[in-house]
């Protein structure tokens, strides 16, 4: 079945320091990534819509220029986290959509774990 | 929101029985996925049911669909230990490329 990486895994970083995290689909083509944010003891919740060589689509309430999204391949989208804050703290995972003859569904990454000191 | 929702929030039963989950959601939906994850771990696929399907079995795991009520149900038969974590339904809307995650329902299952 198709695989999804995410790179790293966990990662601790000072407050105001940047994170780059890594969305990579293995074996397949993904026009579309989605990154999502997920808070302890609560459900996934999308943060914004990833299309090859064109601009992030964010939902209502993320910003933008905190979370800047780059699919530069159709097999690597990564999402940094500029200027984190302790609050930015999450789990953060990604997916990538697989579209094919019959077939259009999301495959998810196993998540990294951001701690912002 | 899109988002579907699980019940009930918490289940919490004995080795060796069953469990059921229900999922409920808004909008018309391409298919309806079944997620678990362990305790600060990442999402496992379970279980992936199409619009024109009603029942999906997988080993221990059953998945029933009613477009007609928007809903899913997972049933996990003969429940383990081990089958103790989070379980999140994820629809995507026919007309969109998103998925929505539901609340989840937390399990836990006592040895």
């Known amino acids: 079945g198709a695989v999804v990486s995410q790179h790293p895994s966990r990662v601790i970083c000072k407050s105001g320091t940047s994170v780059k995290i890594e969305c990579r689909s293995l074996?397949?083509?993904?026009?579309?990534m989605f990154w999502y944010r997920q808070f302890p003891k609560q459900s996934l919740m999308l943060m914004a819509t990833s299309n090859e060589g064109s601009k992030a689509t964010y939902e209502q309430g993320v910003e933008k220029d905190k979370f800047l999204i780059n699919h530069a391949s159709l097999t690597l989208s990564t999402l940094t986290v500029t200027s984190a804050h302790p609050e930015d703290s999450s789990f953060y995972i990604c997916?990538?959509?697989?579209?094919?003859?019959?077939?259009?569904?999301?495959?998810f990454g196993p998540g990294t774990r951001l701690t912002v000191l | 929101s899109q988002q579907g929702e699980e019940d009930p929030q918490a289940l919490s039963i004995q080795e060796g029985e069953n469990a059921t989950m229900n999922c409920s959601y808004k909008?018309?939906?391409?298919?309806l996925q079944w997620y678990r994850q362990n305790s600060g771990r990442g999402l496992v696929h379970l279980i992936l049911i199409r619009s024109n399907e009603r029942e999906k079995h997988s080993g221990r795991l059953r998945v029933t669909l009613d477009t007609s009520k928007k809903s899913s149900s997972l049933l996990i038969t003969a429940s383990r230990a081990a089958d103790t974590a989070s379980y999140f339904c994820a629809t995507d809307a026919w007309f969109g490329n998103q998925f929505y995650f539901g609340t989840g329902t937390s399990l836990t299952v006592i040895p």
């Open positions: 997916s990538a959509r697989v579209r094919g003859a019959g077939t259009d569904t999301q495959y």
């Open positions: 074996d397949f083509q993904a026009t579309t």
């Open positions: 909008t018309s939906i391409n298919n």
